[in-house]
C-alpha cells in the first residue's frame, strides 16, 4: 500500500492543520471544502481560522506545491472527513440533542463518486457509535460496483476506519505529531491502512481497535472531562451556600495523593466537551444518568452566574440608597469559552454577558484583550474597553474567563469594586 495522495475533506480547525501537516511531509494533499471563501483564502497562501503556527505551515504546504483546495472532492488514494457533527434543532428545552450526521453524509457522499479500488476513507469527526458503518453503508449505496468491508471483509475493495482527532484548540499542531492516535478500523487491514497514513507525521502511538470502541473512546474522553468540571462546578454552589472558599478548598482535597479535583467556572463551552456528551446520551438515554446529570449540571451554572450578578447589583444598591439599577455599570472580564483564545463561539462568557446586558443595567462594559472589535449582534449593548478603564468605570466587576491579563491585576486595584469571580484568580484560595 502505499498513500502518496491524501484529501482532507472540511478545512476547519482540524482538517486545515491535519492537511498541512500532511503537506509538511510532502505528501501531495488535496483539501475540499464547502466554503469558498475558506478554499480561495487557503489556495492564496492564508488561513481562515487561528491556530498558532498554522499560517506558516499553510503557507509554506501551498508555495511548495503540496497542498492545494478545492471545493469538490478529486481522486486520491485515502480520504480524511474532518466535518462538524453538531446537533438538530431541540424540540423543546427539555428533550435531549440529537447528532446532525448530515456533513458526514454528504461529505462521504460527494468522496464516493471518486473512489477506486484500492482507496481508505478514513472518518475523523467526532461521531456517535455506529456513525463509521452508517458511513461505509453510504459509500456502498452510491458505488455498487466496489466492495466494502461490511460485506466483504479484509478483500473489501474499499477501506473503511474510524480515527477521531483527539487536539486541545490552541496546541493543534503539536498535539497532531505528540498524541497517541486511536485507529478503529473496520477490519484489521482497515486499521493497518491507517496506521500507514498516520505515520506520516504521527510520533505518539497509533493503537489499534474496532471503529465502534474508537467512536467511544473519543466520546469517553470528553465525557469524563466534562462529569468531572461538573463536580467541581457543583461544589462551588455548594461552597456558596456554606460560606467556603471552594478554590481554596479544592486545592486542599487535591494535596491528597488520589484525588484531583478540576476547577470550576462561569460553564463548559466549545464545540466538543458540552457537545459530546450528548452522543452518548441519545443513544442510550436510559443508561447515562450519571453523563447526563454532569450535562444540566454544567449547563445551569451560567444561570447561576446571572443570578449572583442580580443579587450583588440588588446588595449594592442597598447600601448604595442615592443609586437606582440605571445607574450601575457592570463590566464583564472574557467574552471567550476559554483562557487565552479568542474563540467566542458556544462560549458561556458570552452567554452570560449577552444575558446581562438584556437586564437594563446602567451600563456593561466588556474587557477582551484577544480581540480587536466586538461582535456585530453585541455592539449596540456593550462597549468594548480596556481593564483599566473597566476597573475605573465600574460598580460590579465579574471575572468570567482566566485570561493571562487578568490574573496580573493586582488586588488593591479592586478595592473600591463588588467583585464576582467565577475562576477564582482574584479571590483564590491559599495555596
Ligand atoms: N473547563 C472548566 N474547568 C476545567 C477545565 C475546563 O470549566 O477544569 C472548561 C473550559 O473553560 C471550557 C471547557 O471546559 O469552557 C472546555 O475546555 P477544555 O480546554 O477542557 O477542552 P476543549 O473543548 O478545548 O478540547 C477538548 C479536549 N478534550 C479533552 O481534554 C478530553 C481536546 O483534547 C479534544 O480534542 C477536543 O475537546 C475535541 O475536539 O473534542
Known sequence: MSFNTISVIGLGYIGLPTAAMFASKQKKVIGVDVNQHAVDTINAGNIHIIEPELDA????AVDGGFLRATTSPEPADAFLIAVPTPFLPVKTESSIPEPDLSYIESAAKSVAKVLKKGDLVILESTSPVGTTEQMAAWLAEERPDLTFPQTHGEDSDVRVAHCPERVLPGHVIRELVENDRVIGGMTDRCSEASIEVYKAFVE??????NARTAEMAKLT??????????????????CDKLD??????????????????LQPGPGVGGHCIAVDPWFIISKTPDESRLIHMARKVNDFKPHWVIDKVKMKVAEFLLSNTNKTASDVTV??????????????????????TKELATLNFGKLLVVEPNICNLPDSL?????????QTAINSSDICVLLVDHSEFKLIEKSALNNVVIIDTKGIWIGGKK
Open 57 to 60: 505551515m499553510v503557507k509554506k
Open 204 to 209: 505518539g502511538d497509533c493503537v489499534v481497535t
Open 379 to 387: 455592539k449596540n449593548d456593550m462597549s468594548l474597553v480596556s481593564i
Open 331 to 352: 463590566a464583564c472580564f472574557g467574552l471567550a469559552f476559554k483562557p487565552n483564545i479568542d474563540d467566542l463561539r458556544e462560549s458561556p462568557a458570552l452567554n452570560i
Open 244 to 261: 467556603i472558599n471552594v478554590w481554596e478548598l479544592i486545592n486542599l482535597a487535591n494535596l491528597h495523593p488520589r484525588v484531583n479535583i
Open 221 to 238: 474522553e470528553n465525557s469524563s472531562r466534562d462529569v468531572n468540571i461538573a463536580f467541581a462546578n457543583e461544589l462551588s454552589i455548594i
